[in-house]
């Protein structure tokens, strides 16, 4: 028979491993920490999108993610556990409308599924192996572009991908090869790469290049979000201290404007010209 303190060791270490496995996980609460692991381990995220007084969402951290297979596929990722009404941002980029909201994205934050309510463990699972398989979208974009390379939609689709990594240099790239395509099959993708290749210029902060891209496009497409591009090009003519061409465009994009919080936005920045 084992001496007790042999036993009592052994009883320790065995409790040192059953807390450390427990514990293994490490869950981010800031963003920008979790999207550079993300980025440089090239590993998807997890985000646990949930609010205090959520009875579900307890539910979830107490009962479904400490579950050995689901916290096996957790493992996988780079967790992030956010409270939603902190983030209102988030919320609106990836559609955020209750809790908990579970999100999945690719290393560059490209969202690849959600769940949105209370899941049980397996659609847990479930989603997370999906999530997982879809790890790498920028290589299944660049696949399907190298299969058909004139095609409008993937071109977009691939200059969204490049927008949402702040790769803009790279997303104006595939917007303009989206408007310039020939391709007849989608044609209505053209106002978007169009606008969004004005948008990438003024990330990119060549606001000369933005102000004749929203020119084209006010031009070709008036009907499209004129508001919109009328604002980005009152911005990028302020930004080069040509404030009578910023006034009349954010005049006009004022006066085209419903919403309370956007018409307080524009004239913020009338008044500040």
Known sequence: MLPFSKIRSILALLLLVFTSEITAEVWETSVETAFTKAKKEGRPIFIDVYADWCGYCKTLKKEIYPKKEVRQEM??????????????NLKKKYGVTGYPT????????????KIAGMPDHKMVIKTLRSAYSKRDKEL??????????????????????????KEYKKAADYFYRSFASEDPRMPENKHKALFNLGLSFSE??????AITTFS?????????????????RGGAYSSLGKKPEAKEDL??????????EEK???QDLLNRL
Do not use: Q
């Open 75 to 88: 493992s996988k990722f780079v967790l992030l556990s956010l409270d939603g009404d902190r983030f209102p």
């Open 102 to 113: 579970l999100l999945f994205l690719d290393k560059n934050g490209s969202l690849t599924e």
């Open 140 to 165: 299944s974009l660049l696949a399907d572009l190298e299969k058909d390379p004139e095609n409008n939609l993937f071109l977009l689709k691939t200059g969204e991908y490049y927008f949402e990594a």
């Open 204 to 209: 990119l902060k060549n606001w000369e290049k």
């Open 216 to 232: 084209l496009y006010l031009d070709k497409f008036p009907t499209g979000h004129s508001k919109a591009a009328l604002y980005y």
């Open 251 to 260: 005049k006009k994009a004022l006066e085209l404007s419903s919403d309370p």
């Open 264 to 266: 307080k936005e524009i």
